[in-house]
């Protein structure tokens, strides 16, 4: 199941992509079967060895170009282990409302980023978020370790993305299926998987995400402005103009 749209982010096979808080490695996969050099970068390590696993089942089975690239790395996003300008594209999916200093995060993103390059960040979209947190205290942070630390805007995020230094520009929502599946567990108990209603609708999420039939991908279309589940804001690292600095810095110093 993607959140990220690969034509709206401009990847390319050869291209350096960054899946950061990769999970179990969704947003990988397709940019490995897309061409794209790919790392997937998270904290949590038991994620990363299935990640590690499937890159090389991928391989194996053929579903990978023979000369593509995929790696993992154990990283925080506050304090990323690579260097400036590194990558030419970064997704960043699901991970922003984990991470309390998230104006830290961006910001290393950003530095990573090459100019010119561009970014998907996606979070929980406003409106289903909000009724998760009314409807239970163990949705969310403190109650739920590691869980999400706050409830984003659009205009939040993109304020914050431009605080660190990107363009931001196009944005879209997805997965209106899966807020009312949410709601549900929020109603019932986020733990409770056991709940009969819980349990059915998730084999409907299954079926869908599976088969793809017009009898959900029609309605989800539809609903998916006001309720995706998942807000998606791309934006691009501007190009410095090297010749503009260089009069500006002349021009100071003979002040």
């Known amino acids: 199941m993607l959140t990220v749209d690969y034509d709206r982010l401009g990847l390319r096979a050869g291209e350096l992509l960054l899946d950061l808080g990769c999970g179990f490695g969704r947003h990988a996969f397709e940019g490995l079967r897309r061409g794209a050099r790919v790392v997937a970068c998270d904290m949590a390590v038991p994620e990363l060895e299935q990640v590690r696993a499937l890159f090389e089942a991928m ?29 030419d594209r970064v997704i960043a999916s699901e991970v922003m409302e984990h991470i309390p200093d998230d104006v830290g995060a961006l910001r290393e993103l950003v530095r990573v980023l090459r100019p010119g390059g561009a970014i998907a960040v996606t979070i929980p979209s406003e409106l289903p978020e909000r009724i998760c947190w009314l409807l239970s205290d163990e949705y969310h942070a403190p109650k739920a370790v590691g869980g999400h630390v706050r409830i984003y805007s659009e205009g939040e995020l993109r304020a914050k993305m431009a605080s660190a230094g990107l363009t931001p520009g196009a944005s879209h ?83």
């Open 173 to 255: 929502k997805a997965h209106a299926l899966h807020s009312p599946y949410w709601w549900l567990k929020c109603a019932v108990g986020p733990r409770n998987d056991d709940f009969p209603l819980v349990k059915l609708y998730n084999r409907l999420l299954v079926w869908d995400i599976a088969e793809r039939p017009l009898l959900t991908r029609v309605p989800e279309q539809i609903l998916n402005p006001v309720l995706g589940k998942s807000l998606v804001v791309y934006a691009t690292k501007p190009v410095r103009d090297h010749r503009s600095t260089t009069t500006r810095e002349l021009s100071h110093a003979g002040a």
């Open 59 to 87: 391989t194996l089975a053929g579903e990978a170009p023979p000369d593509g690239m995929a790696v993992t790395v154990n990283g925080d996003a506050t304090r990323l282990p690579f260097p400036d300008d590194t990558f």
